[in-house]
């Protein structure tokens, strides 16, 4: 941990503990890596004495497979999020714009506590916990906790290692370390209930989603020259599946698994523009590509909102990848 990293996890903690509450809040659309860190801290919080609440942007849903996460039943609707937190803290977030309405909040807190491990983070707080080193955020929360003296819980453990275990890819990526091997030690000695945890994040889906799959699998495409593959998914495809846009979100994972390809893209089109994923299995960063279209991320998976369409979008994205040999 550097000098600078020390100090501002050293403002944070004095902030905290002097807080008479906290407004906690995550990024629109949570993944497994925002939710678990946002519910974990929300966990500490109460088993601390510490008042909180937590939140996160309209549509004010999660997908399926993280709604076995405890304490989703005590968080606040964003409309009533305070106006003007005394200590707002985000999770997750690399820019204020990715906390949709609760920017505003963030904007008139007393201190704002950026918690992430993006490198393409805007450093928006007034304190900024940002460890590009860690493989999640869950990461940072445990830290943040220790450094409080804040024991953990089983239902902050659960929260920690959801999250642990999403950005990891099921400890598959590059980030997985020996360090996160130990935390993934040390929460599952709170009797996790691993299995069923993992069934449900990454193995059970319903029958109208596996269709929706088959869909947009029917439609990828693979430019060989860039060693590129896209597919997508349209409003009409969700209408007509019947299924939520948060369902989606794995759809990713199965094209990136294309042996031709070393840059993968999943578009999502959604009533307030198209939504970008793109995940990388060589050298290729896409958070370089990604900030290039106002978005952020990792050098291995990053992504945007773009309100071009998705043809456009696509093009774009192409024009940016350089031609390599032909496999």
């Known amino acids: 941990m550097t000098p600078e990293l020390e100090a501002e996890l050293d403002r944070a903690v004095a902030v905290i503990r002097g807080a008479g509450s906290l407004a906690l809040a995550c990024h629109v659309t949570p993944d497994g890596d925002a939710l678990g860190s946002l519910l974990a801290m929300h966990h500490l919080c109460r088993a601390n004495g510490q008042p909180s609440l937590a939140s996160w942007p309209r549509p004010f849903v999660v997908a399926p497979h993280y709604r076995y996460l405890p304490g989703l039943d005590r968080c606040t609707k964003p409309d009533d999020f305070p106006e003007q937190p005394e200590v707002m803290l985000t999770f997750d977030c690399g820019s204020l714009a990715r906390l949709g309405e609760l920017a505003w909040p963030a904007e008139a807190a007393g201190d704002l506590i950026v918690l992430d491990h993006h490198a393409t983070n805007d450093r928006y ?135 031709e390809a070393t840059v993968s893209c999943v578009l999502k089109e959604t009533h307030d523009g198209t939504r970008v994923s793109l995940r990388a299995v060589d050298d290729t960063d896409v958070g370089v590509i990604a900030l290039q279209f106002g978005g952020g991320g990792h050098r291995a998976a990053a992504g945007w909102t773009d309100d071009r ?15 390599r040999a032909v496999l």
């Open 125 to 259: 707080g007034t304190i900024n916990v940002i460890d590009t080193g860690a493989a999640a955020t869950a990461v940072v929360v445990r830290t943040l906790a220790r450094r409080l003296g804040w024991q953990l819980t089983r239902d902050a453990a659960i929260c920690l290692y959801s999250g642990l275990v999403t950005d990891t890819g099921r400890f598959q990526y590059d980030c997985t370390t020996p360090d996160v091997f130990a935390l993934a030690e040390e929460l599952s000695r709170f009797d996790l209930p691993i299995s069923s945890m993992s069934r449900q994040l990454f193995e059970e889906h319903r029958f109208d989603y596996l269709q929706l799959v088959a869909a947009a699998l029917g439609r990828a495409q693979l430019d060989k020259e860039r060693r590129f593959v896209a597919t997508w998914v349209t409003i009409e495809d969700f209408e007509r599946f019947g299924c939520d846009f948060e369902e989606a979100e794995g759809l990713i994972d199965l094209v990136r698994r294309t042996s």
């Open 309 to 323: 369409p998705i043809p456009e979008v696509l093009e774009a994205i192409r024009a940016v990848l350089p031609v």
